[in-house]
């Protein structure tokens, strides 16, 4: 079984401030996704990392995948309250991905408060 | 595009009885997956449909079940219910290689 460990598994900050999510695993995926979800509604995707090594940039979000494709980091600069919510990475699992079974992370809940 | 709707949006149901929920996709998924999250466990997969058969399957009793119509919709059936049923059920379409997953905003789902 791909298990996908997300920390830390809960984040308190205060608005301004930067973070960083991680999640790790001991085997490859061959893609990684990213989701939030807020309370009440199901996750959103907010990005696809491919290729190992990658970075993608989006607004404030900058997302890594490891270079061995294992693990993932989710980086917030100038966290706002609108970053609330549960945080969920999910792979792949594969060097190929011909799986087609997406195993989801642990989860990360932050809280960003004024 | 409309997103994936899910119904009913909230359930409260007795021990023993048994409940159906419903999904439609996005248009032009193929592919629907359910899942289970609550605090304790998280995210969990139930199972995926493709075309009408079942692709996958998660870890789970026999008592849920699923099945996919030829326009996409979903249902999953829960028999017997148990109190440990209880928690967000989330259907979610999927379209393309890298099974980015669509989710609806679930039904929470309450045995008593």
């Known amino acids: 079984t791909q298990l996908l460990e997300q920390s830390p598994q809960f984040l308190s900050i205060q608005e301004g401030e930067n973070l960083t999510v991680y999640c790790n695993s001991s085997s490859v995926f061959s893609s990684l996704q990213w989701y939030r979800q807020e309370p009440g509604e199901g996750p959103v995707l907010l990005v696809t990392?491919?290729?190992?090594?990658e970075v993608k940039k989006l607004k404030r979000l900058t997302f890594q995948f490891g270079d061995a494709r294992k693990d993932s980091s989710l980086h917030i600069t100038a966290a706002q309250p609108g970053d609330t919510g549960l945080y969920l990475c999910?792979?792949?699992?594969?060097?190929?991905?011909?799986?087609?079974?997406?195993?989801f992370g642990t989860g990360t809940r932050l809280q960003v408060t004024l | 595009k409309a997103g994936v709707t899910q119904t009913p949006r909230y359930l409260i149901k007795t021990r023993g009885q048994q409940v159906t929920l419903s999904c439609s996709p996005i248009?032009?998924?193929?592919?629907v997956s359910w899942y289970q999250q609550t605090p304790g466990q998280g995210l969990q997969f139930l199972f995926e449909y493709f075309s009408e058969t079942q692709r996958n399957k998660g870890n789970f009793p026999g008592r849920f079940s699923g099945r996919q119509f030829s326009n996409s919709r979903s249902e999953m059936n829960v028999s017997t219910l148990e109190l440990g049923d209880s928690a967000l059920y989330l259907c979610a379409s999927s379209f393309g290689h890298f099974y980015e997953q669509y989710f609806g905003p679930g039904t929470r789902l309450t045995v008593t």
């Open positions: 999910a792979g792949v699992p594969g060097r190929t991905g011909t799986a087609s079974k997406l195993t």
């Open positions: 248009s032009g998924h193929r592919s």
């Open positions: 990392v491919v290729t190992g090594g």
